[in-house]
Nanobody, 126 residues
Framework: QVQLVESGGGLVQTGGSLRLSCAAS????????LGWFRQAPGKEREIVAA????????YYTDSVKGRFTISRDNAKNMVYLQMISLKPEDTAVYYC???????????????????WGQGTQVTVSS
């Protein structure tokens, strides 16, 4: 069983930056996938970015390309989401998620991921 704990959310002004962190424990990660999802009030949970743990392949949803960067530290079992040029529409609860499928980083769907963190709030003020 994988445990995921997110941190790093907060309140930031438009154009600001934040870095989210996700600590994974309870399992030796291999050819798996980790993703960042977000859910705004009244909206469905959506993918933001995903990464293959072993090979580092990445995926980004169109709205964050060029602004967000997903990365991992294999030695520390950490996944990060660096966010720059934040916009009010980025406001949401951000979740870290884990999939045992090594291909779940490619065109990821919520249903591909069975393990979730508790979420961290990101609020971007205009």
């Amino acid at each position: 069983q994988v445990q995921l704990v997110e941190s790093g959310g907060g309140l930031v002004q438009t154009g600001g930056s934040l870095r989210l962190s996700c600590a994974a424990s309870g399992r030796t990660l291999g050819n798996d996938a980790l993703g960042w999802f977000r859910q705004a009030p009244g909206k469905e949970r959506e993918i933001v970015a995903a990464i293959n743990w072993s090979f580092g392949n990445t995926y980004y949803t169109d709205s964050v390309k060029g602004r967000f960067t997903i990365s991992r530290d294999n030695a520390k079992n950490m996944v990060y989401l660096q966010m720059i040029s934040l916009k009010p529409e980025d406001t949401a609860v951000y979740y870290c998620a884990y999939s045992t499928s090594g291909t779940a980083w490619y065109r990821p769907r919520v249903t591909d991921y069975r393990h979730w963190g508790q979420g961290t709030q990101v609020t971007v003020s205009s």
